[in-house]
C-alpha cells in the first residue's frame, strides 16, 4: 500500500485539520466532533447537514458553505458516521428554523442519521431527511436495500442548499430536495480498485485489460465486468441506462455532471464530456449546465459516473444560485 499518510487511526482527524487550515474562511471544526461548519453560520434560514465515510472527498466537507451544506460529518474510511457525531452536527447548526439531513441510501448511514435525527427531536429541534437513491445500475448491493445514493447527491446539496439560502421553510427545502432527487439519475464505472488504508490492499481485484460496469462508491460489485472500451463507447452505454430509467421530453432541459472517482485525469473526462454532450443533443435534449471534476470520489480509484438531472425552471433557479464552498463556487 503506497499513501501519503501518517498513522492510519489519525486520517480523519488529520484530514480535517488540513481542511480547514486550507479554507479557514470557509469553514470551521465543531468542537469534539468530525464535522465541519459554516464559518459564516446564518441564523435564520433551515440548516442542511449531510455527511458519510470519509475517502469521497471533496464530499461532504467541500461542500460546505455559502448556499450548499451547514454542516458535513466525516466517519471513518468508508464507514458510516456515529450517531453521537452526526447528532452533534445537527447540534453545531441548528438555528431554530428545523435541519435537513441529506442522506445516501446505505443502510448504516439511514440508521445512525435517523438515531440522530430522533435524538434531536427529543430536544426540540425540528429535524426533517431525505434519502438520496439516484444510482440505475443495481439494486440491494452490499450496503443497502434499494438503489444507493451516489454522485446525483451534490445536485441535492446545491439546490436544496440553494432553497435554504432563499428562507423557504423546512417543509418546502425538504419538497425541494426530494423534487431533485425524484428527477437525477446516476451511474458509473471503474478501471481499478481502491486500497481502504485500514485494509491495506485493494479491496477487489480487476485484470488490466478489464472494465467494471455499475460498481459502487465503495467499490461493491457492479452489473458486470468486459473489455476494457473507448471512451466513446463507455460513456453512451452509462447514459443508455440512465435515460432509460428517466421520463424525457424532446427539448427537456437537463444538467449533466461527469464525476471523476479520485484516480481519472480530467483529460479524461473531458474526453468523455465531450461524447456525453453531443449524444445528450442527438436525443433532442438541452444540456442546460454542465458540471465536471472530481465531486464524489472512492479514494484512488481510476473510473467515473455521469448523472443527469431533470430540470424545470425551479430546479433552474436553484441550481443557478450563488454558492461558495472549499469544491463548488459559483457567483
Not at 469553514?27 to 464559518?39: H, I, P, T, Y
Not at 428545523?98 to 448504516?108: E, R, T
Not at 459502487?216 to 447514459?239: M, N, Q, V
Not at 464525476?259 to 456525453?276: D, H, Q, R, V
Amino acid at each position: 500500500m503506497k499513501k501519503i499518510i501518517n498513522n492510519v487511526d489519525n486520517i480523519v482527524d488529520e484530514m480535517l485539520q488540513g481542511a480547514v487550515k486550507a479554507c479557514p474562511t470557509l469553514v470551521k471544526r465543531a468542537d469534539g466532533f468530525n464535522v465541519l461548519v459554516r464559518k459564516d453560520q446564518k441564523t435564520d434560514k433551515v440548516a442542511l447537514v449531510s455527511g458519510g465515510g470519509s475517502g469521497h472527498e471533496p464530499s461532504h466537507a467541500g461542500f460546505v458553505g455559502l448556499g450548499m451544506l451547514d454542516g458535513a460529518i466525516a466517519g471513518e474510511v468508508f464507514t458510516s458516521p456515529t450517531p453521537d457525531q452526526v447528532y452533534g452536527a445537527i447540534k453545531a447548526v441548528d438555528c431554530g428554523k428545523g435541519v435537513l439531513l441529506v442522506i445516501k441510501n446505505y443502510s448504516g448511514d439511514i440508521m445512525n442519521f435517523e438515531m440522530a435525527a430522533e435524538m434531536a427531536t427529543a430536544e426540540g429541534i425540528n429535524v426533517s431527511n431525505v434519502i438520496v437513491n439516484d444510482d440505475v445500475a443495481v439494486e440491494d448491493s452490499l450496503y443497502t436495500t434499494g438503489r444507493r445514493g451516489v454522485a446525483g447527491t451534490i445536485f441535492v446539496h446545491k439546490i436544496a442548499g440553494a432553497a435554504a439560502e432563499k428562507g423557504y421553510p423546512l417543509e418546502k427545502v425538504t419538497e425541494v430536495a426530494n423534487k431533485v432527487i425524484k428527477n437525477v439519475r446516476t451511474m458509473g464505472m471503474s478501471l481499478t480498485s481502491c486500497t481502504v488504508p485500514a485494509a491495506g490492499k485493494p479491496g477487489f481485484e480487476i485484470g488490466e485489460t478489464e472494465l467494471e460496469m455499475g460498481l459502487g462508491i465503495h467499490g461493491e460489485p457492479g452489473t458486470h465486468r468486459e473489455a476494457i472500451k473507448s471512451a466513446d463507447e463507455i460513456t453512451t452505454y452509462l447514459l443508455d441506462k440512465i435515460l432509460a430509467d428517466m421520463s424525457l421530453e424532446n427539448n427537456q432541459d437537463v444538467a449533466l455532471m461527469v464525476n471523476g472517482l479520485g484516480g481519472t485525469p480530467l483529460m479524461e473526462l473531458y474526453i468523455s464530456n465531450n461524447k456525453a454532450n453531443d449524444y445528450l443533443v442527438e436525443k433532442n435534449l438541452n444540456i442546460y449546465k454542465t458540471i465536471l471534476g472530481n465531486y464524489m470520489t472512492s479514494l484512488e480509484m481510476a473510473g467515473m459516473s455521469i448523472s443527469v438531472l431533470k430540470l424545470d425552471d425551479e430546479l433552474k433557479e436553484l441550481l443557478d444560485a450563488t454558492a461558495n464552498t472549499p469544491a463548488f463556487t459559483q457567483f
